[in-house]
Nanobody, 119 residues
Framework: QVQLVESGGGLVQPGGSLRLSCAAS????????LGWFRQAPGKEREFVAS????????DYVGSVKGRFVISRDTAKNTVYLQMNSLKPEDTAVYYC????????????WGQGTQVTVSS
């Protein structure tokens, strides 16, 4: 019932910036929070950041605090991840995730967008 489409990934140099977007559609009223996860080659998918849809409360993994900022535009049903001071270790496929109050399917995933940080 919730569809997520990520965009904004690309190739950047260390220290550069990218802004990821995740556009949500469908049963938005059921969304409690939107967030970003990432999966680097050879590693497990990890949590990056999240934001509650109604209150805007944010959470970040320690490695991105002070560098990344998650925000949302409720009018556009879109969540953003502003990524600054990027490091090579930030290289990963970034996935948007929606947590909902739907007990049958409690969460949804986007298709992912590649972020590569390299010189």
């Amino acid at each position: 019932q919730v569809q997520l489409v990520e965009s904004g990934g690309g190739l950047v140099q260390p220290g550069g910036s990218l802004r990821l977007s995740c556009a949500a559609s469908g049963s938005i009223a059921r969304v409690s929070a939107l967030g970003w996860f990432r999966q680097a080659p050879g590693k497990e998918r990890e949590f990056v950041a999240s934001i509650s849809w109604s209150g805007g409360n944010t959470d970040y993994v320690g490695s991105v605090k002070g560098r990344f900022v998650i925000s949302r535009d409720t009018a556009k049903n879109t969540v953003y991840l502003q990524m600054n001071s990027l490091k090579p270790e930030d290289t990963a496929v970034y996935y948007c995730n929606a947590r909902t109050i739907n007990t049958v399917i409690p969460s949804y995933w986007g298709q992912g967008t590649q972020v590569t940080v390299s010189s």
